[in-house]
């Protein structure tokens, strides 16, 4: 296994996840690392997709923003923000979505909007943006997320965008159009979800990672698959290809 | 060519936006008017409902100089940067007032703009369903589908007093060329009673009618004409120049306080009278950088017989 940073090994991970010909909408940092890491080696014709209306983005550097000129340089399509949330994530046409936020719970649930009451926020964050939407709409969610206590919580403080909600019953009465979260991958683990019950368990251990440790980071005892495996480190090439994505460390630090 | 609608912003901002409108600065990301917006705070408009799917910096900065009661939007962040810290000062603590918010998903936000747009009661949308976010804001409620039973999200139109678009090109009437991210922009112009358009260029009406496909408003929707270049500066236009992404991280540092976010308002935007002036306190270095190599799409023939 080639030496790497738990960034480095989160989004090589991640990475995996995708297929070729996937349509991926895409938020900036390490999701778009993972996208474009994707693309350089089994998935070359990944379709990236930015909630901002560029579609099929090629972007010759990396974007600060879901909307940087980059996106558009040599894109595809792009269209208007009405359109892109009404055809491409409602219509159904979107694979796989990343999401990130302040809190996840058991259920995938996710907060990015305040820690606190709603009303008299003790910290207030940005809010759902297009989450909520991407949460609703895509096929398989994916959250790539250090695994921190104050990140991992039994149940979110506010519920910006739906995971199973407080299981797969309730979450099947509400008829959205995606699948759901899918996996959560962190620096020690990937966490799927139960195909009955929704709950959140560890399917997967990094290299040198116990079970025992990813207790002591997760503040409830989360479930283990019957199918425990070990991650497969990243290979030389994985790393290689990574960094050169990201030369000035920006985001792989 | 006919001067038409060509005005100044000061004009524009001083004869559409009064004390307590609702405005729409549209673009996402792309093309956010920053020249309108500094004319509105120049003018010391108040008590005004801000509505963005992005407050963005442009926002922050409205709410630093006291001109917003009420803000509209779905995502309160400085994207990659982090918090924007005008926007929950006033939040948190009434820091230089009180404001109070009206919050939706992005599809939530461009669905009320796409409805006050067209004219629709509402709009329903796939979305909503499972999040909090309909128990804290009573404008999002559910309606039973006639056809299935099922319960839908619904949301409002939205018919802002005045929108205000950037754009690459357009004729002294406002018929607008667009192009690169197109936002809302489309639908801001059609679901605005007025409608103010700032151009990086102003061309002759037969440069619009080469290419049709390309005009997302027509002139019979605009009110006000302004011709004024780098008008969106720390945003970005497409083929223009580029997103000054430096400054969207400094603008975190200017902001950690009241007082430093105001003496930069003080030198920015109170201390210069203009766009132009505005635009001159900009290094000749910071330009250069900004400023993308061309890169022409192919041609087009329109031709018929």
Known sequence: MSECTPSELMVAVAARELKDHD???????????????????????????????????????????????????????????????????????????????AQ?????????????????????LPGSGGACDIASNVKKIIVITPHEKRRFVERVDFLTSPGFVDGKEKWKQLKLIGGGPYAVITNLCTMKFDDVTGEMMVTSLHPGVTIEKVWENTPWKVKVSANLEQTPPPTEKEISALRALDPNKTYLG | MSTGKLTTMREAVSRYVKDGDEIYLAGFTHMIPFAAGHEIIRQKRKDLTLCRATPDIIYDQMIAAGCCKKLMFSYA?????????????????????????????????????FAGATNMHFLPM????????????PNIKTVRDPYTGDEVSVVPPLKPDVAVVHVQRCDSNGNSHIWGIIGEQKDAAFAAKKVIISAEEIVDESVIRSDPNRTLIPDFIVHSVVHE?????????????????????????????????????????????NRQQYMKKIQQDKINKLTPKACMSAPVSYGSV
């Not at chain 2, 796939?126 to 804001?137: A, E, H, I, K």
């Not at chain 2, 400054?247 to 920015?268: L, R, S």
Request: net charge neutral; with cysteine.
């Open chain 2, 77 to 113: 962040g400085n994207p990659g940067v982090g918090s924007l810290r005008c926007f929950r000062r006033a939040l948190e603590k009434g820091i230089p007032n009180k404001i109070e918010i009206d919050e939706y998903s992005h599809f939530g936000l461009s669905g009320r703009l």
């Open chain 1, 104 to 124: 996840i719970d058991k259920y995938g649930n996710i907060n990015s909007t305040v820690i606190g009451s709603y009303k008299a926020p003790k910290v207030r």
């Open chain 2, 229 to 273: 270049p780098w008008a969106c500066h720390p945003s970005y236009v497409q083929g223009y120049y580029d997103r000054d992404n430096e400054f969207y991280m400094q603008w975190d540092e200017i902001t950690k306080e009241h007082d430093t976010t105001m003496k930069y308002m003080d030198e920015w935007v109170f201390g210069v009278e």
């Open chain 1, 23 to 101: 349509t991926v909408l895409v938020g900036v940092g390490i999701p778009n690392l993972a996208a474009n890491l994707a693309k350089k080696l089994q998935a070359p014709n990944l379709v990236m997709v930015y909630e901002s209306g560029a579609v099929g983005s090629n972007p010759s550097r990396m974007p600060l923003s879901i909307g940087d000129p980059c996106l558009v340089t040599g894109a595809k399509s792009v269209c208007s923000m009405y359109e892109q949330f009404a055809y491409y994530l409602q219509g159904g046409r979107i694979d796989v979505g990343f999401l990130g936020g």
């Open chain 2, 126 to 137: 796939r979305t909503n369903r499972g999040s909090d976010l309909p128990q804290q804001n």
